[in-house]
């Protein structure tokens, strides 16, 4: 019995999605609506008390972090193998999922900003407070207060966007080597780079232009077109589906497991 | 061959030397010594172009990031296995790496305003934008922009230890299961949160208080009691040398590799 709690087109919920479908293994999608903090209801808090998306649920054990579910999916499930064989190349595609991490949490301010800004604003004041008071990772709570009062301003951005650039012009370099980001094939590694790249895309599409880092966007292009990313990052699908209009904080005292 | 690039009780070169230690694997120590800024020498940034420690290098190969350092460890070495049997295991060692890199990014901030403030004040403003010049991470370069000015005020003191008693709960309630993070047995889960919670009793032994917490501190107690932990963390060896006096950037031009 394998149950992925997941959120369509966030980061983290396309690498598994994409990990699950690149080995072949058959999951029960459970949508958890972001939109509606549905993240923060006490059952999803007891299978995942950071009350983030995605945790993968196998014979009832939670397992939380995207990094670790897809180790833990190469490990535990038949399917090609995920992991490069040369622990030289393992040690490599670890050290990407924490660059990766590390862009990641960069990321998550401009999308914040892009996407949600209006939004947050838009809750009442009350509204704003029980979001916050339910959010349980100080750093996630802190960025909330943040985004329902002044949000980030340029020095913000700038600063992630640093982040950006000096990652991208790393995935440059390394994909001289092999085209891959951990040895001779595929691997999590470029599983989890690739979401980060494809936000990245959306959102800032000038930080992997096409001139400067014309292997960036050849990997990416390559990987985009394998049948397992297709449809982890397909939109309209049922594991991704439509935004609900507005946003609202409903989903924390709905029962969603 | 085998080469440690690490700098003595920094948290990262202590979780590295008590990997090799528990292995049982010999190694080549190469000192870098932080307080001269040796980290971002170019010979050292060849080698790991983030200009952090610490680095292990095996047969020519740089291997970057304390985790996939000490995951390498075990899967390139004999000696006791330090990950757990079971996948789901496995899968909870990886994730406590994850909550133990996310709260290190909050001790950073601790323990450089403990320690290091008053020296890096003490800098040549030319030094100091030497150091920041050379500081290739864009979010070190940051910390340390900050740290040459106005450093970490009340706030953001009390934002990484917020972090701080979020994980330091977490853990308590984590060592109930088995006394262990990560399943029956030790593993390296437990190496990497040890350096993490060793540098908070340094730095504000309340939160780690021995009445809230007592697995907590049973659990780091067991530890350092093992030789691998007495010899990695032990001051004034060969491979924890005291620091010098002072802070300077002439590492940054010395030949240290």
């Known amino acids: 019995m394998l149950k992925l709690c997941h959120s369509g087109l966030s980061t983290c ?18 949508y958890i609506e972001l939109w ?4 923060l209801n006490p059952q999803y808090l007891k299978l995942n008390p950071n009350g983030v998306v995605p945790t993968l649920v196998h014979d009832g054990v939670p397992i939380i972090n995207a990094f670790a579910i897809n180790e833990y999916i190469d490990d535990a499930f038949a399917g090609p193998p995920l992991k490069p064989d040369d622990p030289k190349d393992r040690a490599r595609m670890r050290h990407w999922t924490f660059m990766g991490d590390d862009v990641h ?11 949600l800004k209006s939004l947050v604003d838009a809750l009442s004041e009350e509204d704003k407070q029980t979001m916050i008071d339910h959010t349980p990772m100080p750093e996630r709570r802190a960025r909330w207060v943040r985004m329902s009062g002044e949000g980030y301003g ?48 959306e959102l800032y599409p000038d930080q992997v232009d096409m001139v400067a880092f014309p292997r960036v966007n050849e990997w ?35 029962e969603t497991i």
């Not at 999605?17 to 058959?26: D, I």
């Open 13 to 30: 919920s396309k690498q598994v999605r994409h990990c699950l479908k690149e080995k072949g293994v058959a999951y029960e999608s459970n």
């Open 36 to 39: 509606r903090y549905e993240n």
């Open 105 to 115: 949490q960069a990321i998550i301010n401009l999308t914040y900003t892009a996407n």
């Open 154 to 201: 340029e020095a913000d951005i700038n600063a992630a966007l640093g982040k950006v650039s000096y990652t991208v012009a790393w995935l440059e370099k390394e994909l001289a080597n092999t085209g891959w980001l951990a040895g001779p094939r595929f691997s999590l590694a470029d599983i989890y780079l690739l979401s980060n790249v494809h936000r990245i895309r």
């Open 220 to 254: 990416r292009d390559k990987l985009m077109a394998r049948p397992a990313a297709k449809e982890a990052y397909a939109p309209g699908t049922d594991e991704t589906p439509p935004r609900p209009a507005g946003k609202s904080v409903d989903g924390i005292f709905a």
